[in-house]
């Protein structure tokens, strides 16, 4: 983008950078920040936002995702690989980083459905699991190599031990003897250049035998290592070196894997650090309170190929603090130059750094503070000339400096250029200083490009009013406060107040008419006129105000109206129903007194075959029991474990087999390593024969069927649309579990496309399902959007 630094100074876009720096968490990403650039490109722009919407999107799903942890660890893989040794710490820090991209990468994959950009993006995640593990075994958490780092540390560390325990006895032997109590200057052992010592006094060093290794400043004391524990203190500091020499050969190994995985350490840390300034982007969205833009999409339909019309609603400066006021504004369609008039302090420059500073932050991919309903084409190119810049030591006048600025922009403006202008033809005569305003629009008119200015010269707004393609804004004053409203209003130009506020603060009024009598006639009826227009602006607001206020309470009086019509049916619906109830019991107790009437008539027939009945009845009972006896028998009797080898089995012998009360079926003799093929119940497998313990021949069996009814598959569609998330879920949940029990390998969930609300909601659910094994969309000819493939886990 061809946007000078001295534009991105000047519309404080650095001051934003340093604020999203703040929300990185490490060296890397937040280098990423500082280094971030406006795009001209229109597909990267676009790139951009949809990875921060993806970004945001994870920040909801995962409130406590964080990449604390990471560090950049380029500097320490380059060293690695020039065969360089790592220190510990360094070796950790390596490890940690490592770790963490491998549980960043499989977080972003399982949310892959909703996050396409930060899945193809942490596709560049390097799996160095088996190196972090490999540096995790060998390091602790304190940078210590510990014992499990090789077997030869683990026994030179053991042998250490043993030889430091044997110095220490020796020494507290000789200590201990009587020798050692008259010569020693205290009962203790110390250390002087990596040997144990015992304080001796001097004048009784010839008492024990020793090397001498240290004297007291006042010569009174020698530290001297008795003769008796020198080779101890030999063997135990031989181990030491060894020991060291071993840890050194470690180090060396471990550096020599991370110099062999130098490039993917390299490609991890720049991924992670992008995948940070993403996250970055969203944490910054938030602090700014830019809840509606970006928004996930494809094609961030709020971005255009400029030139194109740019809009913005309710957009608000980002580093204002307290209540902003927020403008809206548009310019680039009907007319490419907005002309912004009013009082100083009235928030021009505010208006004007705001069009700027959002477009540099959206074509940086970053959130902007602004409505739905905005619409930001992608441009080339963005100029400003923005406050005073008077140069003392190019001896350069606020004129002379505005006038160099706007030259060098001229010179670079273009139809998809977006031009910013602050007090236009301010510091010289406002005649001349008028007409080269006049010039400079019209040559940006020409051009073509997208122009917002601010000016305090009364005759520009008529120039603005009968040029096409110029338009008239103003910034609100409140005479009554004699403050500023900040409200940024298109069309109107803005009011000269000066004589207003004089009066207002008590100006005598004989100056005032004698000011006014300097005023030119056409200048006085041009001031009336806008001070009429405001008047009837404000008239007609305030009818639109009450207007609104009467179509709500005539929207609350239909409601009511509504209401009681709705009970009046549902009172009518009630007397029916009641009407209804009642007729349906007559009809019943009508049909009652039938029933006994016939039955009546009927007893003298039923008596007559009473007996015959009951003899009837007593056999079919006897049957029953005989049956149900001989099928509790099949089903419970536990066959005794057969003595000495069993029968061959053949295709439907029943099968007793240990542990259970309930026989199998075989399906097929055993083959060579003693497998077969057994039934039992509803469910087929393979056993040993080992496991049988009784064998009931097939001819000598009654076989009862104890298999189950298939399961009927449920469909392979589920349609949800309409429902809420909390409505569509249970449905689903019984939908899958049937489909799981029948064996279907997948399933349709058709939800519809509509706001979104619905499709994420259930893919947020099923995401962690359990018997869901994994999510997709289908084409745009199957649903598209609108459909959830949902693949059963097995």
Known sequence: MSTSAKTLATLEFEKILARLARHTSFSASRALALALRPSPDYAEVVRRQRITAEARRLLEMQPNFTLGGAHDVRPQARKAALAGVLEPAELLDIQATLSLAVSLRNTIQRLGINLPLLTALAEGLADLSPLAAEISRCINPRSELTDAASPMLSEL????????????????????????????????????????????????????????????????????????????????????????????????????????????????????????????????????????????????????????????????????????????????????????????????????????????????????????????????????????????????????????????????????????????????????????????????LDVGATTVATTHHGQLKLFAHVTPGIVNASVEFDLETLAPTYRLTIGLPGQSNALAIADRLGMPADILDRARQHIAPDRQELESLLVEIQRERQQAADAARAEQIARREAEAIRAGLAEKLMAVDTEHDRTLERTRREMERELQQTRAALRTAAKEIARAEREAAAAAAKEALDAAKQKVEAVEERVEKVRRKRKPRRKGPLPPIAVGDRLWLRDLSQPAEALAPPDEHGELAVRLGAFHGKINVSEVEGVDKAEEVATVDTSLPPTEPPPSELEVRGMTVDEAMPLIDQHLDAAFRAGLPQVRIVHGKGTGTLRHGIRDALSTHPLVKSLSTPPPTEGGEGVTIVEVAR
Not at 189 to 211: F, M, N, S
Request: aromatic residues 4%; contains cysteine.
């Open 157 to 444: 560390r053991r042998e250490t031990r043993l030889a430091h325990d044997r110095l220490t006895a020796k020494l507290q032997r000789i200590l201990s003897s009587s020798t050692g109590r008259h010569a020693a200057q205290e009962p203790i052992v110390t250390l002087r250049d990596g040997r144990y010592v015992i304080p001796v006094k001097a004048e009784l060093r010839g008492q024990l035998p020793g090397i001498v290794h240290d004297v007291s400043s006042s010569g009174a004391t020698v530290f001297l290592e008795p003769l008796d524990a020198v080779e101890l203190g030999n063997t135990w500091r031989e181990l030491q070196l060894e020991e060291q020499r071993e840890v050194e050969r470690i180090l060396r190994a471990l550096s020599a894997q991370v110099g062999q995985a130098a490039a993917d350490i390299e490609t991890t840390v720049e991924t992670v650090a992008e995948l940070d300034l993403a996250l970055a982007k969203a944490k910054l969205g938030e602090a700014l309170a830019c809840n509606e833009l970006p928004y996930l999409s494809d094609d961030q339909p709020w971005l255009a190929h400029g030139p194109a019309e740019l809009r913005l609603v309710n957009a608000r400066h980002p580093l204002l603090t307290g209540e902003v006021v927020p403008i809206s504004i548009w310019v680039g369609d009907a007319y490419s130059i907005v002309l912004i008039t009013g009082p100083n302090t009235g928030g021009k420059t505010v208006a004007l750094k705001t069009v700027g500073l959002l477009t540099l932050m959206a074509q940086a991919g970053l959130p902007i503070p602004a409505d739905l309903g905005s619409r930001i084409p992608v441009f080339d190119s963005v100029h400003a000339d923005i406050g005073d810049e008077q140069s003392i030591e190019q001896s350069l006048s606020t004129f002379s400096s505005h006038v160099g600025n706007i030259i060098r922009i001229l010179a670079k403006a273009e139809p998809n250029s977006l031009v910013l202008l602050d007090e236009l033809g301010a510091g010289t005569d406002p005649s001349e200083g008028t007409a080269l305003a006049q010039a400079i629009l019209h040559h940006l």
